[in-house]
């Protein structure tokens, strides 16, 4: 499966933006998606994972209750929108999706993902 990740932009602490990801290749139902991010000499991090329902959802400490992840398997889609971003909420956003996931706890984990998408900028200024 391909994914293409957009919606990354500069915005004002505070703010808001929402990140799409399409997918493209295979069946999206089949897949367990994520967003992670990975800011300048960091570790790219879990930020949010959704079930290929969408019925079950997991977030990072950080972005609880801030951010929230959707998908539309008609469309092939997974979204992230940013409410109440902060300065250290800026890095590349990757979308990522897997098909052989099955526990929760795995969700959480960068290597359990075998496709990812590009990536997309996120800016937030003071």
């Known amino acids: 499966v391909q994914l293409q990740a957009s919606g990354g932009g500069l915005v004002q602490a505070g703010g808001s933006l929402r990140l799409s990801c399409v997918a493209s290749?295979?069946?999206?139902?089949?897949?367990?998606t994520g967003w992670f991010r990975q800011a300048p000499g960091k570790e790219r991090e879990f930020v949010a994972a959704i079930s290929r329902g969408g019925a079950s959802s997991y977030y990072a400490d950080s972005v609880k209750g801030r951010f929230t992840i959707s998908r539309d398997n008609a469309k092939n889609a997974i979204y992230l929108q940013m409410n109440s971003l902060k300065i250290e909420d800026t890095a590349v956003y990757y979308c990522?999706?897997?098909?052989?996931?099955?526990?929760?706890?795995?969700?959480?984990?960068?290597?359990?993902?075998?496709?990812w998408g590009q990536g997309t900028q996120v800016t937030v200024s003071s």
């Open positions: 290749g295979r069946t999206f139902t089949n897949y367990v």
């Open positions: 990522a999706a897997d098909r052989h996931i099955i526990y929760s706890n795995s969700y959480y984990k960068a290597t359990e993902y075998d496709y």
